[in-house]
Antibody, heavy 119, light 106 residues
Framework: QVQLVESGGGLVKPGGSLRLSCAAS????????MNWIRQAPGKGLEWVAY????????FYADSVKGRFTMSRDNAKSSLSLEMNSLRAEDTAVYYCAGGRAADGASDIWGQGTMVTVSS | DIQMTQSPSSLSASVGDRVTITCRASQYISNYLNWYQQKPGKAPKLLISAASNLQSGVPSRFSGSESGTEFILTISSLQPEDFATYYCQQTYSTPFFGQGTKLEIK
């Protein structure tokens, strides 16, 4: 069945770095654009980053631009988010999510991985 | 950035009620508006894409409509499993979510 599984979350100190991964199965991964979307504790959803199906195009929210880097390996059906210079406000559950339709909607989601930035 | 203003932020209703949730875009987004449902501790689930396109497997009591820059999610007859938080999302430009509407049992 279709599955996205995130990993790599954990506790990190302010200013530190973390790399999140998302492994896809049950789909032709290279057909999907992908997003990272986060949710701070008790808060709403915030889009973080986007990568096109080929990996040629990436876009980032202003809040993470210059600090986060998204990449993908279609041969390995994997997605990653390199997070540097982490701040307390980056504390959240991070979801990978993707879709194929031109409308940009994400119809597949992982279960999320928690990132906590605290000293 | 195109902002999305979602209302109400919370809503109390009873099983069988008809409810509507509204999302207003700060500028033109065509029909690039999606609706998601999220239950506590779970990932969001796509309900409706492109303003009115019901996803496969989603009950027909859910519907979406648009009028200019205003978008409406309607649940025609609330069921117990519908109590959740709902988010709109525009994908016309840099994706942006509305603030969410928490639908609670009255």
């Amino acid at each position: 069945q279709v599955q996205l599984v995130e990993s790599g979350g954990g506790l990190v100190k302010p200013g530190g770095s973390l790399r999140l991964s998302c492994a896809a199965s049950g789909i032709t991964f290279g057909d999907y654009f992908m997003n990272w979307i986060r949710q701070a504790p008790g808060k709403g959803l915030e889009w973080v980053a986007y990568i096109s199906s080929s990996g040629e195009a990436t876009f980032y929210a202003d809040s993470v631009k210059g600090r986060f880097t998204m990449s993908r390996d279609n041969a390995k059906s994997s997605l990653s988010l390199e997070m540097n210079s982490l701040r307390a406000e980056d504390t959240a559950v991070y979801y990978c999510a993707g879709g194929r339709a031109a409308d940009g909607a994400s119809d597949i989601w992982g279960q999320g991985t928690m990132v906590t930035v605290s000293s | 950035d195109i902002q999305m203003t979602q209302s109400p932020s919370s809503l109390s209703a009873s099983v069988g009620d008809r409810v509507t949730i509204t999302c207003r875009a700060s500028q033109y987004i065509s029909n690039y508006l999606n609706w998601y449902q999220q239950k506590p501790g779970k990932a969001p689930k796509l309900l409706i894409s492109a303003a009115s396109n019901l996803q496969s497997g989603v009950p027909s009591r859910f519907s979406g409509s648009e009028s200019g820059t205003e978008f409406i999610l309607t649940i025609s007859s609330l069921q117990p499993e519908d109590f959740a938080t709902y988010y709109c999302q525009q994908t016309y430009s840099t994706p942006f979510f509305g603030q969410g509407t928490k639908l609670e049992i009255k």
